[in-house]
């Protein structure tokens, strides 16, 4: 079988996109090329101990920040702004979205990211990964980029996806024709295409969540995760329980092997933990394309209309006959 490279899908797809000037494929390659840099930088951090470690600081949602955090941050957004093609990005790790300026002002596209999700899973050595969306900006081109461009509901992305830094280095995305994954080469310093238009199964076996929240959670979950327990040969249960806390790897391997992750509304932060705009919105666009379902327990997560960059929502995602359970349960309560 001829091994395609990313850059040459990024080209031979360039065409099914109904605006298709390169401009989207160009950040494409931009977040390729800044996903090499930090996938080499992040194999570095077990030996450089000025990488390991917090810098001190905390971001806007008063976490801290690692050092690797900051640098994907910096090497992302350095990458997209090289091609003047994107106007503004806003980033987890930025308490104000970004506003390029010079001839990037008349960039057409405005990106959202989480340049390293569970970077505190770094100095264990486990998987950790980058989150993208991609869309076109509503203010005119050649003006500065405002805070409505980047508050555009999930169902306006342009591209989504995510690159996990795990065994292998994958880099995951869909432009709404299908969702395909390209893993790394390193010594050739090039992606494949490895997992060509992914489909994730209907049903599944894996149940994903930090149970340590169980009191936290409303009642009709907490019967759901009672449910996954329950032994029943007809509905191949129990599930299997497996969390990571590193959302890209819990949700990549649910993706391949079929499973649901659940971050949910707890006591303590009813809008759950994760992010709209830059870690739910994304992953619900690959996992639809791959034939899944992703909602905040009610809706479905691309419909929701954000109102804040760092907005929260509770999140759930996955196999979708799983993720019609799970509403079922919480329904009934
Ligand atoms: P981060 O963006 O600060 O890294 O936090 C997001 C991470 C996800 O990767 C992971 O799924 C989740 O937080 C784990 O949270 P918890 O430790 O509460 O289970
Ligand atoms: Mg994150």
New binding site residues.
Partial sequence: MKSVTLGEFIIEKQYDFKYATGELSSILSSIRLASKIVHHELNKAGLAEHILGAVGTENI?G?EQQKLDLYANDVFIKALKNREIVCGITS?EDDDFVAFDGESMNGNYVVAM?P?????NIDVNVSVGTIFSVYRRISPAGTPVVLEDFLQPGTEQVAGGYVLYGSSTMLIYTTGNGTNGFTYDSSLGTFYLSHPDMQTSKDGKIFSM?E??YNRTSQGLRNYIDYTKGIDKATNRPYTAR?I????A?FHRNLLKGGVYV?PSTDESPKG??RLLY?CNPLAFIIEQAGGKATDGEKRIMELKPTELHQRVPFIVGSSNMVDTIHEFIKEN
């Fill in positions: 949602q976490e987890e989480d390293l999700d569970g970077s505190s930090n340590g929240n969390y806390g590193s959302l890209v819990d971050y933990k994760l870690e």
